[in-house]
Structure formats: structure tokens, C-alpha cells
Nanobody, 126 residues
Framework: QAQLVESGGGLVQAGGSLGLSCTASGRTFSSYAMGWFRQAPGKEREFVAAIRWRDDTAVYADSVKGRFTISRDNAKNTVYLQMSSLKPEDTAVYYC???????????????????WGQGTQVTVSS
């Protein structure tokens, strides 16, 4: 069974850094794009970042550009999200996703993803 499992969430002070990991099992995602969405209480799930596995092409939401970096490790079948200069508004449950569509326009669409992780909580204190 294909599965995505996130880890690395936690509590961090504003201005600090935190790294998230998403490991895929059951299949490889070398022909996919993988990325991250987040959802705060009472809010819609929103796009954060995505990366095309084959060539490392990355796309970021405007709200995280310059602060977050997405990367992947082929051998570990894992995608990472390194978050820096964190703000209280970054507080949310972060979800890993995989999308078989290789067009960047697909990656920001919540309903288009083929697989989702269970989410990991990130809390940024002021």
C-alpha cells in the first residue's frame, strides 16, 4: 500500500527554524511531484511548496518564499521542508502530498493530489 508519513512537527519560537520530513513507502514517486500543504484551525488547506522529483524544480507559496526550502533524497524516498524565520501565522497542520501531474499548475490544487500523509502539527509561539 502506498503511504506518506510526515515527521518533524513541534513547537518553535517565532524566528526559529524547524525541519519536516515525508517518507514514501509502498512505491516510489520518481515520476511524481511531492510537496506540502498546511491547514490552520477553521481555515482552508493551503499550498506551501512542491518539488518535481526528476529535476528538483520547486514552487513555493508567496507567503513562504525566502523562508522555506523544499528538497528530496532519492535513496530515502523522502521529501523535506526546511522552515526558517518562522512566524505565528505559520502555525498549522502540515500535510505531505504526492501528485502524478508533473505540471506546476497542478501542484497547488488540493483536490488533485493522489496521496496524502496524515499531517504533523507545527506551532510557532510569539
Amino acid at each position: 500500500q502506498a503511504q506518506l508519513v510526515e515527521s518533524g512537527g513541534g513547537l518553535v519560537q517565532a524566528g526559529g527554524s524547524l525541519g519536516l520530513s515525508c517518507t514514501a513507502s509502498g512505491r516510489t514517486f520518481s515520476s511524481y511531484a511531492m510537496g506540502w500543504f498546511r491547514q490552520a484551525p477553521g481555515k482552508e488547506r493551503e499550498f506551501v511548496a512542491a518539488i518535481r522529483w526528476r529535476d528538483d524544480t520547486a514552487v513555493y507559496a508567496d507567503s513562504v518564499k525566502g523562508r522555506f526550502t523544499i528538497s528530496r533524497d532519492n535513496a530515502k524516498n523522502t521529501v523535506y521542508l526546511q522552515m526558517s524565520s518562522l512566524k505565528p501565522e505559520d502555525t498549522a497542520v502540515y500535510y505531505c502530498n504526492a501528485d502524478s501531474c508533473l505540471l506546476s499548475s497542478c501542484w497547488k490544487v488540493v483536490g488533485g493530489s493522489d496521496y496524502w500523509g496524515q499531517g504533523t502539527q507545527v506551532t510557532v509561539s510569539s
